[in-house]
């Protein structure tokens, strides 16, 4: 059973507290749903903490008849929901049946209650709930909390709250004053309540009033839809700069079409999904670091795969990208076939720790989750290192050397193919880390990489191939662009648009955003 905060004090100090009877206890227990609705609204105008307790017993459908008795029955225990006493529960005693609208009365019914909690988190939610069905019978309780709320955050909502079960008063004054209260709201539940309330209203001046409030509503929704859309496109971007960050490195610098590389990801999620079991299984106790481990492990998997890949295949097709292209394609299909019949056909789900759950409300209608934000701060912490290990360490320094100049290189006494096998590695290395990423907004499957191959590719090329900072700007542009024509036109033409307008660019840019520097001497 849920925990009932409702300090009797509160409610006394408020003048208006009474103890439950027997007969309120059975109007609300028995009967008609109209009845047992009009009942529990004369039960809120005076709750005490008898009443709440109560209620959330018919909440819980822990609560019995037997003839004109009522019984709150717990652990096999019944007790008389007026005085707490134990009683004897009648054999004949039959279990009080809910439906669907007295379930949502009750619900809202408790979340009013909650009003009056000594904690804060909890009061901010019962206004919440209570925004999307507030009505002028539950307005003596909503006033109460107002007036005894003290977090001036939440008595600005609470007062939102009010303002809209006033829309249902008989009183036009109160229902011109409810409506203008409402246009300083910040909340998508409002505009609904607010043209809910229009097209029932038929006085002209509460109408005027009501449009004119709808319109602020909108327009302060309208900012707030806007920056959910910029969030989600940086989202959607730092996933595809994650995906895109390997092949800048095995397609951009090295001249490598791979079409495995989703697949590479795909073995970065599993890794992943395995880290996680094996913390659930021996040590749930650490269970919310699990992610520590599962990114150097999503990252040995994938790298480990890769060099295989470029020792046993790739290095033998250098120079022939059409028959590059085919084999990875293969292998592809044989990876996505090998996860199929050692983790099964079925996605499996990967689980955010606790601090990852939840996120940052900053307005109405725009909530930062913070898995997204970790994982836009995880791209960028993955670009920051991939930058500094190409042009500040040695191993990055013979990777620009061999993908620039081989023969030289390999003439100032580099081992060009080890150098191949450990570029190829570290692409595939942070494609894992893209899987890692992934896992945690949504779940693990054999397919997990298809879906963003081709963008990935469309990202390097139009970043500019073997450009970094290309890559980031192509990722971030198209993730933003596709989230506001997808906004628009919906997914589907956001995809033919954005890659409408990729080959337009490259058609009058064919080198990307960023075009290499070089010279070149015609003979």
């Not at 019984?71 to 809910?98: H, R, S």
Request: hydrophobic share 55%; with cysteine.
């Amino acid at each position: 059973m849920r925990k009932i905060l409702l300090p009797l004090v509160l409610l006394a100090a408020a003048g208006a507290a009474q103890a439950l009877t027997p007969d309120e206890a059975r109007a609300l227990a028995t009967g008609e749903t109209d009845a047992r609705i009009e009942a529990l609204h004369k039960a809120l105008a005076t709750a005490d903490d008898r009443t709440a307790a109560f209620l959330q017993a018919l909440a819980d459908d822990a609560v019995k008849t037997a003839g004109e008795r009522v019984f709150v029955v717990k652990d096999d225990k019944a007790t008389d929901p007026a005085t707490g006493a134990a009683a004897e529960l009648p054999a004949d005693a039959e279990d009080v049946v809910n439906n669907n609208r007295m379930r949502g009365e009750l619900d809202t019914a408790l979340a009013a209650l909650k009003l009056f909690s000594p904690d804060d988190a909890v009061r901010a939610a019962a206004v919440t709930e209570l925004q999307k069905d507030a009505d002028e019978a539950k307005l003596p309780l909503i006033e109460k909390a107002w007036a005894a709320e003290k977090n001036a955050a939440i008595k600005a909502q609470l007062g939102l709250v009010r303002a809209g079960a006033l829309l249902g008063s008989e009183d036009k004054t109160r229902r011109l004053e409810a409506a203008r209260l409402l246009a300083d709201s910040r909340n998508a539940a409002t505009r609904n309540l607010l043209q809910q309330r229009l097209q029932a209203e038929v006085d002209p001046d509460v109408k005027a009033a009501l449009r004119a409030s709808l319109r602020e509503v909108e327009s302060s929704l309208a900012w707030g839809e806007r920056a959910a859309a910029v969030f989600s496109g940086i989202s959607l971007g730092s996933i595809l700069l994650l995906v895109a960050l390997g092949l800048a490195i095995t397609y951009g610098l090295m001249g490598v079409i791979n079409m495995a590389h989703g697949e590479l990801m795909m073995i970065g999620a599993y890794a992943t999904w395995l880290v996680q079991g094996l913390f659930q299984k021996y040590l749930p106790g650490a269970f919310d670091w699990y992610l520590l481990a599962a990114v150097p492990a999503a990252f040995g998997a994938s790298a480990l795969m890769g060099a295989v890949l470029e020792r046993g295949v790739i290095r033998f097709l250098y120079g022939r990208p059409l028959e590059t292209l085919l084999a990875t394609w293969g292998i592809s299909l044989m990876l996505m076939q090998l996860v199929r019949s050692v983790f099964g056909a079925q996605n499996v789900g990967v689980e955010n720790p606790s601090w990852m759950s939840g996120g940052i409300v900053l307005m109405g209608n725009l909530q930062l989750p913070w898995n997204r934000i970790v994982i836009i701060a995880f791209a960028f912490t993955v670009l920051a290192g991939m930058a500094l290990l190409i042009s500040r360490t040695r191993l990055g320094l013979f990777v620009r050397g061999v993908t620039q100049n081989r023969p030289i290189a390999s003439c100032m006494g580099v081992n060009t193919a080890r150098i191949d096998t450990y570029a190829f590695a570290l692409g595939s290395g942070i494609a894992g880390l893209a899987g890692c990423a992934l896992s945690q907004v949504g779940n693990v499957g054999p397919d997990l990489g298809q879906a963003y191959i081709v963008d990935a590719f469309m990202v390097v090329v139009l970043g500019g191939v073997g450009q970094l900072a290309g890559t980031v700007y192509a990722a971030l542009g198209l993730g933003v662009l596709n989230k506001f024509i997808e906004g628009w036109a919906g997914a589907v033409l956001a995809k033919i648009a954005v890659l409408v307008l990729i080959v337009v660019f490259i058609q009058k840019r064919p080198q990307g955003l960023f075009a290499v520097k070089g010279r070149s001497a015609e003979a």
